[in-house]
């Protein structure tokens, strides 16, 4: 209770004053105790507070897989340099995450795809290995290795990487392809066509404005005219 018409007509004894630089507050004695009452401590103010951002929507890579722990829009641009051509600025991007995070499987894979687009194929296969450590059923890298291995032409080892994949992700289209041309090599015409017969299958299933190479334009309307040429 403080001063003015609170304490009219009211016995003064009843109350305890208590004095405070330019006021004075008196308080029941029975309705409080007489211990001294710490003021309460007042939150100041949050200076440059950041709300949390929105979660970006990851980026499809091929058709099911996707790219989850590196910042997406910046795992786009490098694909697009790499796709474009770009090569040393995207070796660049990589390396410099890398010197950051240098256990993160996109980057690493990405990695290692400049490598191979730059002909450093003994790098680029290590790198993909290592991509692959960190996640053991992720198709991309294991199609990379795949095409390492035809590039140097051990066809059995691409052979078994592209079995590999198509047993983790039965609709992987370019493997399909990838597996049938090896077979065609290889004189198992009639395999080979059958995988491609399935591949077709796939893509006749797809949006044709598709893009079925994360790094290529190619959509699958083009990839469809390309494969009934072959058939």
Not at 17 to 39: M, N
Not at 110 to 115: E, F, W
Request: net charge negative; hydrophobic share 40%.
């Amino acid at each position: 209770m403080t001063g003015h018409a609170e304490l009219y007509d009211q016995d003064i004894a009843e109350f305890e004053p208590l004095i405070y630089d330019g006021s004075i507050v008196y308080r029941c004695r029975d309705a409080f105790d007489t211990a001294p009452r710490a003021l309460p401590k007042v939150q100041k103010p949050v200076q440059n507070l950041r709300l949390p951002k929105k979660p970006k929507r990851q980026m499809p890579v091929g058709q099911t897989q996707q790219i989850g722990h590196a910042q997406a829009d910046e795992v786009q641009l490098v694909m697009e340099m790499i796709g474009d051509g770009k090569l040393d600025t995207a070796r660049s991007i990589c390396e410099q995450r890398l010197a950051v995070t240098p256990d993160d499987a996109d980057w690493l894979y990405l990695y290692a795809r400049v490598q191979a687009d730059l002909g450093v194929l003994e790098m680029a296969s290590q790198v993909a290995h290592k991509a692959l450590e960190r996640r053991k059923t992720w198709v991309h890298p294991i199609f990379l290795l795949a095409q390492l291995a035809e590039e140097t032409g051990n066809r059995q080892q691409a052979q078994t990487y592209l079995e590999q994949c198509l047993y983790l992700e039965p609709d992987f289209v370019l493997a399909y392809i990838s597996l049938a041309q090896i077979l065609d090599v290889e004189g198992e015409k009639a395999r080979g066509q059958k995988l491609l017969d399935q591949a077709i299958q796939l893509l006749s299933a797809l949006p044709q404005s598709a893009k079925i190479d994360p790094f290529a334009k190619t959509t699958a309307s083009e990839w469809l005219n390309i494969l009934r040429l072959e058939s």
